[in-house]
């Protein structure tokens, strides 16, 4: 299943369980970077380790990075694709391993770790993570979500 | 060691909740996880927390491990001077010879006295730069005595990461071994050592490690193995 296959409907709790997963592909370009830093009003004058490969690799990366908060940005919508307009994101923390950089295909991935019905509040736990080709992990995090039940 | 029937299977790299700072699965989220990879035919015995820099003698998970069915045993992964290690069969001498706090510990004293005191030592992410042995033999000119074992098959490391720790436990005749290096809940049991006898304590890790035979295996080795062999976990 896709998240994408998720969007415009409704994920309820009584249809998951532990196990299932989901995924999505992202491949953040130069100028989507660019965009994000621009309307989250973090534009650095001249050229910087997110928008220019010499900088980048001045600090030892292969290549222009994305930004932290935009991998975050991404993971925190596809979880909010999935669940569906009436379940509520509780929270999602994640850590970064590896950088991410500009272009490389990257596999979007959603598993669900455990589901709890705690009086009629349900909850639902996810892996969130993102992998690319090498098999690296730049982004691995938890998000909880409350889903309604049908 | 054809039989894959006889193998049991253990992630002997993971962190939790519990002690880790930078994890984000619970010793229950990965009990429970894995419960749930048995029943879509995956075989994971067990495995081995090795939280950072620390060990909690009083940590019990004996409890957890009745409950789901699930080997929990405990070691530590230690920082050195040829990158990070794996303990297993801490004793409160070993605890008293080193500050595990610390980020550059004598590997050879590590090693020697991990095994005088009951314990064994491995060598993790051996190919993953930087924390790796690779690194240090390669670009730092460390030798590798006292090291007998490498973590191989490391979860966390890239494949291309994972063949150098191949060409390096080749190199050297090392022993090999896998672990998830799980962070989360999904990625326990991603990468284990396959080991020819049930492995219940860390004495029988210990025993094992020192005297089995055993090799690293991917979580999807073992569902090919299951399908040719019958599965434990039904």
Known sequence: ???????????????????????????????????????????????????????????GMTKAIVP?????????????????????????????????????????????TDTLDDDGATTVKLDVYFENERGERPLQGVAVVELPRR | MNDSSKRWYMDLHSHSTDASDDAGGTVEGYAKWIVARRKRGYQIDGFVLTEHRQYDPDSDYRALSEQ???????????????????????????????????????HKEVFRVALETGGYAVAAHAGRPRIGLAHYIDDEHMTIDGIQTVEQLNGGSSVDENNVGLALAERFGLKRVGGSDAHYVSAIGRCMTAFGRPIHTVEDLVQELLHGEYYPVTVEQTLEAGAASGERHA
């Open chain 1, 1 to 59: 299943m896709t998240a994408s296959d998720a969007l415009g409907g409704q994920r309820y709790f009584d249809d998951v369980e532990s196990g299932d997963e989901f995924t999505d592909s992202w491949s953040p370009t130069g100028e989507q970077v660019v965009a994000f830093l621009t309307v989250s009003n973090r534009t650095a004058p001249g050229p910087n380790r997110f928008t220019d490969d010499e900088e980048a690799r001045k600090i």
């Open chain 1, 68 to 112: 932290g908060q935009m991998s975050l940005c991404r993971a925190t919508d596809f979880v909010t694709d999935w669940m569906g307009p009436s379940g509520r994101l509780r929270s999602i923390d994640v850590n970064f391993r590896r950088p991410a950089v500009h272009d490389e295909p990257l596999k979007v991935v959603g598993l669900i």
């Open chain 2, 68 to 106: 789901y069915g699930v080997s929990i045993l405990r070691g530590a992964e230690v920082e050195t001077d040829i990158g990070h290690v794996l303990v297993y069969g801490i004793t409160p001498e070993f605890v008293r010879a080193f500050d595990l706090r610390q980020v550059s510990l004598p």
